[in-house]
């Protein structure tokens, strides 16, 4: 769902967040983007991404140096957790989103309010439309695509197992969590991880009472796998 609105209420009560989880409990795999609010700060994630059982995404921004990774960061605009009311501590993931180039219907609406960002496709060979777009909706396609390789490698896999893989599997990733979650999006890793648990919810996160120290819910009994 590469779509988001303001949290304007707790989770319980959003009615995005309320659809989405439904589906997720009918046991299909929903995946969110964040939102492109990162630049406003914390408690930027967008509905229905503050859902504690849904797959939300951040950007990530590739330098294009090829296996170096070392000059890659969290794209400027890529929303921050924790969300709003609930603090849950968000995205899970992060993934490429930034400067995608894909193919655009002559003559959508898309295309005509970016005509700038129109590129040639630098073949011949090649006819249509492209258009370039930074985002966390790119980035959420990616880890959607990633689903759907984990789900055709191991069809009877739950949403929960899903989850719960890619985040175990992610590149671990400098910097705040609220901004990278569980770390970058590593496809064959998580195609080869094998934990399964029932429910993989985002942690909460809470100010502690004695100094300035923010807590995180151990997923380890929240998910009830040590792993």
């Known amino acids: 769902m590469s779509l988001g609105k303001a949290i304007e209420t707790p989770q319980a009560y959003d009615p995005l967040v309320v659809a989405v989880e439904q589906v997720w409990d009918a046991g299909i795999v ?5 939102g492109n609010y990162g630049r406003s700060g914390h408690f930027t994630i967008t509905s229905p ?10 950007s990530l921004t590739d330098s294009g140096t090829g296996g170096d990774t070392s000059d890659d960061y969290v794209s400027t605009y890529s929303s921050q957790g924790p969300t709003a009311y609930d603090l849950i501590l968000k ?5 490429p989103g930034n400067r995608f180039v894909a193919p655009i219907a002559t003559g959508s609406k898309l295309l005509e309010d970016l005509a700038d960002r ?29 689903v759907a390789l984990m789900l055709d490698q191991e069809p009877g896999l739950n949403p929960g197992s899903v989850k719960a893989r890619l985040m175990r599997s992610a590149r671990k990733f400098p910097g705040d969590a609220t901004a990278t979650g569980a770390g970058v999006l590593d496809i064959q890793a998580a195609l080869e991880d094998s934990g ?18 923010i807590l995180v819910e151990d997923t380890a009994l929240l998910w009830g796998d040590v792993a």
């Open 30 to 34: 929903v995946v969110c983007s964040a």
């Open 49 to 58: 991404g503050n859902s504690r059982k849904v797959i939300t995404v951040g």
């Open 91 to 95: 995205p899970d993931l992060i993934a």
């Open 118 to 146: 129109e590129v040639p496709c630098g073949f011949s060979t090649c006819y249509g439309k492209y258009l370039e777009l930074s985002g966390t909706s790119m980035a959420a396609a990616v880890v959607s695509g990633a």
């Open 196 to 213: 399964w648990v029932d429910q993989a919810l985002s942690p909460r996160m809470a100010r502690s009472e004695v100094g300035e120290v």
